[in-house]
C-alpha cells in the first residue's frame, strides 16, 4: 500500500478517533418543562426559553464540561409520562414533592428555590381565608399538580365540605388572572407566581397564608430524575451546590424573583438529608432494589384506571351528542345556503366554512372559552344588562366550539351529498305534484343520507375523540379523568392504555350504529315515495 494512501486512512481513523470521543465525554441532557413557570421558565417576547430554571441550567452547562443540556417543551401532566419514556432526562418545571414521586422518582438533594403556597383569591375577599372557608366554592388547578392533588384528598376526607376542582390545562398567569376577572373564586399557587401576574399585569390579588401548607407541597423546587440515572443527579448536585456557595445561585433568583429564595431553612436541610441516607439504605437493599423494578408496568392498573374512567363516559357522550345535533342542524341549513347561493350570506358561510375547517380544534375551544365572556361582557357594558358572564356553564362554550366546528364539516358532505342526487328523480317527484318541502323530506334527503352517512359516521367518531380537548377548560370526561387519576398514581402509561381502550369501544359502537342506519336508508329507497303516488293515481 502507498505511504500516503497509509497516511491518508489514519488521518481518518485519527479524527474518528478523536470524535468520538469528544462525543462519549459530552453527554446531552434532555430536559423537560411545560415553558410556562413565569418566572421560573416562560418563553419570553423573542419565543425564547428563559426563566431562573433555564439560566440555573445554563450556569450548570458552562461550569460542567461533560454536560449539555436541550429543552423541550411539553404540557404539564406529559411531563412524568415522558420522563417515564426516557424522552426526557431531567424534569424542571417548579416541580417539589407530592404523592408518591420521591418513591418512583430521584429529586436533586437540596431544593434550588424556596416558595410557599398561598391560597390567591380577588382582592375583595374576606381577610385569612382557611381551606374550610373555600367549601362549594370553584377552585382552579392544573391536574395532576400538587394543588390538584391536595383539593382531591380534601373532597375525599370531607364529604360535607366539598370544593369544585376546576381543572384548567392552562399557565398560572393565566388562571391568576382568572381569578382576577371572577371565573374562578380562587386557587393555590406559589407567591412566586402572584407577585410577576401582578407585576405585569398591573393588578392586586388577596394572598391568604395556608397553615398545613406541607399537605399541599413541602416548600421548594427540585430537580426530578429517573432513579437509575444517579451518577447524572450527583453530577449536577455538585455544581448546584457550588453555585449556591458562591452566590451565583442567589443572583439568579434576585434577576427573576427580586429576591432572593434560595435560603434552605435548617429544618429542611435535616429532612433531605434524612430522606438522602433512606434513599441511600433502601438502594443497597435487594428487596428493596426488586421492588422498584417490578414497578416498570403494572398491567393490573389498566383494569384499575379503567373503573375510575367509566363514570366519566355519559359526559363524554353528552358533548359528543349535543355538539353533533348542533352539528347536524346547522351544517343542514348552510348547506342548503351555499346551493342556493343566497347573495351577501353565501360568501359569509364560505368564509365561516373554510375558518372553522383551516384552524384547530383547540384553538376554536378557547377563543369561545375565553373570547365569548369578553363579548357578552361587551354587550353587558352595551346594553347595561347585569348578566353573570361566570355562572354560564364551561359545557355550552364547549357546545358552540365543538357544534361549529362540526356544522362546517357536515355542511360540506349535505352539500355534495344532495348534488349527488339524480336530477330525473326530483323531476319525476315534481311531475307527480310533489311540493318542494315533500320533495326534499321523501326523494333528496333518502337518497343524499345514502352518500352522506359514512363521511357523517366519521365526523362522529372525530368530534367524540375530539371532545378531550374539553379537560383544558375546566370539563372532566374520560381523557380528563385519566390525566387526573394518572396524576395521582403516576401511572400514565397504563391510564393511557385504559382510555384508550374505552375510547376504540365508543368508536366501535357508533361504527355500527352508522352501518344500521345505512341499511335502514338503503332499503328505503329514494323511489319508494313516487311509486305510492304513482299507484295512488
Known amino acids: 500500500m502507498p505511504k500516503k494512501i497509509f497516511y491518508f486512512l489514519f488521518g481518518i481513523l485519527l479524527l474518528f478517533s478523536f470524535t468520538f470521543e469528544v462525543q462519549a465525554a459530552e453527554k446531552t441532557v434532555v430536559v423537560g418543562t411545560s415553558g410556562q413557570t413565569k418566572p421560573l421558565d416562560y418563553f419570553n417576547e423573542e419565543n425564547e426559553l428563559t426563566g431562573f430554571e433555564i439560566d440555573l441550567l445554563k450556569e450548570i452547562d458552562k461550569r460542567d464540561e461533560n454536560l449539555t443540556f436541550e429543552f423541550q417543551t411539553t404540557e404539564f401532566p406529559s411531563l412524568f409520562a415522558g420522563l417515564d419514556a426516557k424522552k426526557f432526562d431531567l424534569l424542571i418545571n417548579n416541580l417539589g414533592e407530592s404523592g408518591d414521586r ?195 408496568f403494572a398491567p393490573g392498573e389498566i383494569l384499575t384506571t379503567m373503573k375510575k374512567i367509566l363514570p366519566k363516559i355519559p359526559i363524554t357522550l353528552l358533548m359528543t351528542g349535543v355538539s353533533a345535533i348542533i352539528g347536524l342542524i346547522l351544517g343542514f341549513l348552510i348547506s342548503l345556503a351555499k346551493i342556493k347561493k343566497i347573495p351577501v350570506l353565501t360568501p359569509f358561510l364560505n368564509v365561516f366554512v373554510s375558518f372553522m375547517r383551516g384552524t384547530p380544534q383547540l384553538v376554536q375551544l378557547f377563543l369561545s372559552f375565553y373570547g365569548l365572556p369578553l363579548i357578552f361582557q361587551w354587550l353587558n357594558q352595551s346594553l347595561h344588562t347585569g348578566i353573570d358572564l361566570n355562572k354560564i356553564p364551561a359545557l355550552i362554550y364547549v357546545f358552540i366550539a365543538f357544534g361549529l366546528n362540526e356544522a362546517a364539516y357536515t355542511s360540506e358532505t349535505f352539500r355534495s351529498a344532495i348534488l349527488s342526487v339524480d336530477q330525473k328523480e ?22 343524499a343520507m345514502i352518500v352522506a352517512l359514512p363521511n357523517l359516521g366519521n365526523s362522529l367518531i372525530s368530534l367524540l375523540k375530539g371532545t378531550s380537548l374539553a379537560f383544558t377548560v375546566t370539563i372532566v370526561d374520560i381523557m380528563g379523568q385519566t390525566r387526573i387519576v394518572a396524576g395521582s398514581n403516576l401511572r400514565f402509561f397504563e391510564g393511557y392504555i385504559a382510555v384508550a381502550l374505552i375510547y376504540w369501544l365508543l368508536c366501535i359502537l357508533i361504527e355500527q350504529g352508522i352501518k344500521a342506519l345505512e341499511k335502514h336508508f338503503t332499503k328505503l329507497g329514494p323511489t319508494t315515495p313516487i311509486k305510492k303516488e304513482e299507484e295512488m293515481c
Do not use: C
Open 426 to 447: 326530483i323531476e319525476a317527484a315534481k311531475s307527480i305534484g310533489l311540493t318542494d318541502s315533500q320533495t326534499m323530506r321523501r326523494i333528496i334527503l333518502p337518497s
Open 102 to 296: 420521591r418513591e418512583k422518582y430521584l429529586f436533586s438533594h437540596y431544593p434550588y428555590v424556596v416558595t410557599h403556597n398561598v391560597i390567591i383569591t380577588s382582592p375583595d375577599a374576606k381577610d385569612n381565608l382557611k381551606i374550610e372557608d373555600l367549601a362549594g366554592k370553584n377552585i382552579a388547578a392544573v391536574p395532576a399538580s400538587p394543588q390538584a392533588q391536595f383539593l382531591e384528598t380534601w373532597n375525599v376526607k370531607h364529604p360535607n365540605g366539598k370544593i369544585n376542582i376546576q381543572y384548567v390545562d392552562s399557565d398560572p398567569s393565566q388562571i391568576i388572572r382568572d381569578v382576577y376577572s371572577g371565573k374562578f373564586d380562587a386557587t393555590i399557587y406559589a407567591t412566586t407566581y402572584l407577585a410577576d401576574v401582578e407585576n405585569t399585569f398591573g393588578i392586586q390579588l388577596k394572598a391568604h397564608p395556608i397553615e398545613n401548607e406541607d399537605a399541599i407541597r413541602p416548600p421548594g423546587s427540585y430537580f426530578i430524575f429517573r432513579k437509575e440515572d444517579e451518577a447524572l443527579r450527583n453530577e449536577i448536585d455538585t455544581i448546584l451546590e457550588e453555585l449556591r456557595q458562591d452566590g451565583t445561585l442567589s443572583n439568579i433568583s434576585l434577576k427573576y424573583l427580586n429576591q432572593d429564595d434560595t435560603k434552605i431553612p435548617e429544618s429542611l436541610k435535616e429532612k433531605n438529608d434524612a430522606l438522602e441516607k433512606e434513599r441511600l439504605k433502601e438502594t443497597t437493599n435487594d428487596t428493596s432494589s426488586k421492588k422498584n423494578t417490578g414497578k416498570i
